[in-house]
């Protein structure tokens, strides 16, 4: 079952602008990460930001993290044709178990 | 390190075929996981390894998938007989272990059930 839940679920921008998208889970966690899929390839880890942190940078990417809202987001800034992909946010539903949400899919456009 | 290796990157085959999907993770990781990607459904764990023994196979959808671990270095998913919705991305990942928090992907088999 999915306990991430991204929005939007597409996303279409054009070079050099940022793009945003979020995610709601429903049950506690420990942390939160994001992974990046492009097509026909398999998952690639973003970032990672736990329970008790608020934003994490990584490169152009930041993520926030509320735990009040369970809620997380993901912005890329200075967006390039190379950040086209779908991005998936993964909480943590067991020691070992990620529960993924359905992704949001990004097209930069040149 | 070359990373999570997958074969056949591509499957086509006929219904009632068997499928064997095979998989090495990363030499040194000690946990192993089948995933299976469908538009429908996203990507759902189907069986989770540690240390080449099977701790969680709750995702496997029937009878008719099996995997096994025989050593670190390799493990196989099969479904046999194989169906029409069967057809999907199928992904292995290797992890670490517990108190690591990173799961790498291979590069998936795209499986085409006719």
């Known amino acids: 079952s999915q306990q991430g839940e991204e929005d939007p679920q597409a996303l279409s921008i054009q070079e050099g602008e940022n793009a945003t998208m979020n995610c709601s889970y429903k049950t506690s966690i420990n942390n939160l990460q994001w992974y990046r899929q492009n097509s026909g390839r398999g998952l690639v880890h973003l970032i990672l930001?736990?329970?008790?942190?608020r934003e994490k940078h990584s490169g152009r990417l930041r993520v926030t993290l509320d735990t009040s809202k369970k809620s997380s987001s993901l912005l890329i800034t200075a967006s390039r044709a190379a950040d086209t992909a779908s991005y998936f946010c993964?909480?943590?539903?067991?020691?070992?178990?990620?529960?993924f949400g359905a992704g949001t899919t990004v097209t930069v456009r040149a | 390190d070359a990373g999570v290796i997958q074969s056949p990157r591509h499957e086509v085959t006929e219904m009632g075929q068997e499928v064997t999907l095979r998989c090495k993770p990363i030499s040194g990781h000690n946990s192993l996981f089948w995933y299976r990607q469908t538009m429908m459904r996203g990507l759902e764990l189907l069986i989770y390894?540690?240390?080449?023994?099977?701790?969680?196979d709750s995702g496997m959808p029937e009878d008719r998938f099996s995997a096994k671990m025989p050593n670190a270095s390799f493990s196989t998913l099969k479904i046999q007989p194989s169906e029409p919705r069967d057809s999907a991305v199928y992904f292995c990942?290797?992890?670490?272990?517990?108190?690591?928090?990173?799961?790498?992907f291979g590069p998936g088999t795209r499986l085409t059930v006719l």
């Open positions: 993964a909480t943590d539903a067991s020691d070992y178990k990620l529960s």
């Open positions: 930001i736990r329970s008790n942190e």
């Open positions: 390894f540690n240390n080449n023994v099977p701790i969680d």
């Open positions: 990942a290797s992890w670490v272990g517990p108190r690591t928090d990173t799961q790498y």
